[in-house]
């Protein structure tokens, strides 16, 4: 009687280990893409800097989200991919409008949603006098994956060196 009991414990501890739930293993990783994203900002960055150099507002906006910032010196952030197109557009009317840029490091998050630029800057345009004043600096831009895949910009950071007589 008494290995009957073992035998109806030992099948019952074996049906009970069957229906625990087993452990899982973790899932995969996703791709590391970080390098095909990266070559596609830059991509991006040299369309952007094309649109820029034509004075194409409508097509320099573009590289924005619809709820990026751009957070100029000296003023107000600008807002949403419109207030962006309207803040550059008025820039780009000024007869003496020259920008251009150049990114230094691109980086893509593993996670293939972010990923941030660093580079220099230099803007012209006219001063008070309607003379052409020229601006040179540094910028920091973030890049945000959209969900059709293209990236676009989500924070634009401009940043202006200070003039050369000054850094004497």
Known sequence: MLSLSRSGLVCGALVLAACAPQAQAPPAAPPDTRAADEAAIHAAIKEWSAAAQAKDADKFASFYAED????????????????????????????????????????????????????????????????????????????RKQADGAWKVVVDTPVSDPPQDEMK
């Open 68 to 143: 990026a910032t751009v957070m100029f010196e000296d003023m107000p952030d600008v807002s949403g991919m419109a207030a962006i197109r309207e803040a550059v557009g008025g820039m780009m009317q000024d007869p003496n409008f020259a920008l251009s840029f150049a990114a230094d490091k691109v980086v893509a998050a593993r996670s293939g949603d972010l990923a941030y630029e660093t580079g220099t800057y230099e803007m012209t345009m006219s001063d008070a006098k309607k003379k052409a004043a020229t601006e040179r600096g540094h910028y920091v831009v973030v890049w």
